[in-house]
């Protein structure tokens, strides 16, 4: 018996019956922006992620170059005072604290006055410009920040004029004093008389910015007096 060939089903596809039809990934295609439109408002991610790693590229740069600020070398007038003025000099790094300051002018000047034999360092002051700085700034921070204080500049350490002896006050002048360092306890006996009647405690170390005399912006710590 001849055997009936079965028909295939028909097909107008061009591909042969042994291939097999593949289909071709999709690529979608970025929209296209119109030059002439603003479109720095909208969001977008990639420009975002670029700003990201730039800010903390710039940030990482600045704490750097904070750091070897603070490692700079100056050299600090100050006077001890305890009703006399002694006049010495200490050079310490930009980073130094108050403390760490006061800590090395206790342990220079015990060998010279006895009455800082067993002081603490927590019983002694330094006075900037008629203010009383707080231990935990650094001359750092009043160095940056450009501070001023009732007498002149807190960034200034060397020896100037006493700028109290400048006739004309409406001139803004740049001497400084030296600072003062004294036991806490001559201060609370001789704070009624001159020069412990014009010193201020600082209460907070928050810069603010005012204008100086000729409109130019600088900073200055905030001073009121703690009575």
Known sequence: PIKKKKSKPLSFSMDSDDEQVT?????????????FVETAFLPDKEREEEIARETVKLTQEWHAEQERIKL???????????????????????????????????????????????????????????????HHVSFYDMIVTQARGKSGPLFHFGVRDDIRLVNDIRVEREESHPGKVTHR???????????ASRWETVRSVGI????SISRVPIYTINARCTQ
């Open 23 to 35: 289909e071709k990934p999709v690529i979608k295609k970025k929209a296209l922006k119109c030059p």
């Open 72 to 134: 700079q070398k100056v050299v600090v007038a100050y006077s001890y005072w305890n009703g006399n003025g002694h006049r010495r000099h200490l050079e310490i790094t930009k980073g130094t604290t108050i403390r760490q300051f006061l800590d090395t002018v206790r342990q220079s000047l015990s060998k010279d006055f006895h009455d800082l034999r067993g002081v603490s360092t927590e019983n002694l002051m330094y006075i900037k410009e008629d203010l009383i700085i707080p």
């Open 185 to 195: 306890a001559w201060y609370d006996k001789n704070r009624h008389i001159f020069p």
């Open 208 to 211: 603010y910015l005012r204008f």
